[in-house]
């Protein structure tokens, strides 16, 4: 499930609350190279504004214009049904809306009536929990239940069982330049980005670049790992370069459920620090294997700028590991 589907819910909800029809469109199937994976989400309101996207834009121009017309000649919302539709069921309509690689959608269109389950889903996945939404398409029936990381959609023709999980969410220390760089870079990933830096002249400098989207989080970084209690959705990355701040945040991360872990430094500085930290630590061969370091991919940064693109770039290769190879391919529109 992607942040991008959590804004389409919560759009959805606010056109509702105005007063406009609005219908989901997600995407069950896919065959060949679809620009958009299994779960994907589209809102479409009354008067054909959209939020999400099923395709790239492939389809979407006729999937808004035969649902808008259909939102605004039905007479009763309230009877319609959810349904399914495909694109690209021949070569010919393949082509005609532009499918890359002769591929094919199929997707289940529902009128959205009661928004009481958008509410939960957008609050259980801002307190970090996993939510599965099975969806009944004989009736339009909506119920919610806990997920577990490593869940799949599923759909037997009958039933809709989707996953929304929390936001990914990347902790810093330190609030050098540095970090405002690779905070910059997350928050357009659309990342929670969380900063933490206990030395006070730090905390004025992030203050004054005032990064929108970015919380500054009081406290020491052991105390502030800690409290967060990091799950599979949180990336933490070291970058004081001072160990005291860093082994600090190191020592709680390591041993927590963050999906990456990386500290500023070079390679003479990382070894030291895993002997120091195994030394007086007790910190397992298992735990300091998870650690990135010198963090971020081997592009030959030199400036900040450049040093946040290869982190932030680690961050999304690891985020993205657990992909399978269809998905990778659809997400890049071109199969091999």
Same mark, same amino acid.
């Given at each position: ?53 099923? !395709?790239? #834009?492939? &389809?979407?121009?006729?999937?808004? @214009? /035969?649902?808008? %017309?259909?939102?605004?000649?039905? +007479? ?61 398409? !004989?009736? #339009?029936? &909506?119920?919610?239940?806990?997920? @577990? /990381?490593?869940? %799949?959609?599923?759909?037997?023709? +009958? ?65 502030? &790992? ?8 949180? %990336? ?101």
């Amino acid at each position: 499930m992607e942040s991008l589907d959590l804004r389409v819910l919560g759009d959805a909800l606010a056109w509702k609350q105005a007063g406009h029809a609005v219908t989901l469109v997600t995407v069950v199937e896919t065959w060949g190279s679809a620009p958009r994976p299994p779960g994907a989400l589209l809102a479409v309101r009354d008067d054909g504004v959209v939020s999400g996207s099923v !395709s790239g #834009g492939c &389809v979407e121009d006729d999937l808004i @214009a /035969r649902t808008k %017309a259909a939102l605004n000649q039905s +007479t009763d919302a309230q009877s319609t049904k959810p349904s399914m539709m495909a694109y690209g069921v021949s070569k010919e309509e393949a082509a005609r809306f532009g499918l890359p690689c002769g591929g094919t959608l199929r997707l289940v269109q529902e009128p959205l009536h009661d928004t009481g389950w958008i509410r939960t889903v957008l609050q259980r996945t801002a307190d970090h929990q996993l939510v599965a939404r099975t969806l009944t398409l !004989s009736t #339009g029936a &909506v119920a919610l239940h806990p997920a @577990a /990381r490593g869940q %799949a959609m599923q759909f037997d023709g +009958t039933t809709l069982t989707t996953l929304f999980g929390p936001r990914w969410r990347l902790l810093l220390i330190g609030a050098g330049q540095l970090s405002q760089a690779v905070a910059h870079m997350a928050t357009a990933l659309d990342f929670e980005v969380l900063v933490c830096d206990p030395r006070e002249e730090y905390a004025a400098v992030l203050e004054m670049a005032a990064v929108p989207g970015v919380r500054r989080v009081e406290g020491m970084p052991d105390d502030v &790992v800690r409290n967060l209690q990091p799950d599979a959705h949180t %990336a933490i990355v070291a970058l004081t370069h001072d160990p005291k701040l860093d082994d600090m945040a190191l020592l709680e991360a390591l041993g927590s459920d963050a999906f990456y872990v990386g500290a500023l430094g070079s390679r003479r500085n990382q070894e030291a620090r895993k002997q120091r930290l195994a030394e007086h630590f007790d910190l397992t061969e298992a735990q300091l294997a998870r650690l990135h370091g010198p963090v971020g991919l081997k592009i030959g940064a030199r400036t900040p700028a450049e040093i946040a693109v290869s982190i932030v770039a680690e961050i999304i290769q690891v985020k993205n590991t657990v992909a399978t190879p269809a998905v990778a391919h659809a997400a890049s529109g071109c199969a091999t």
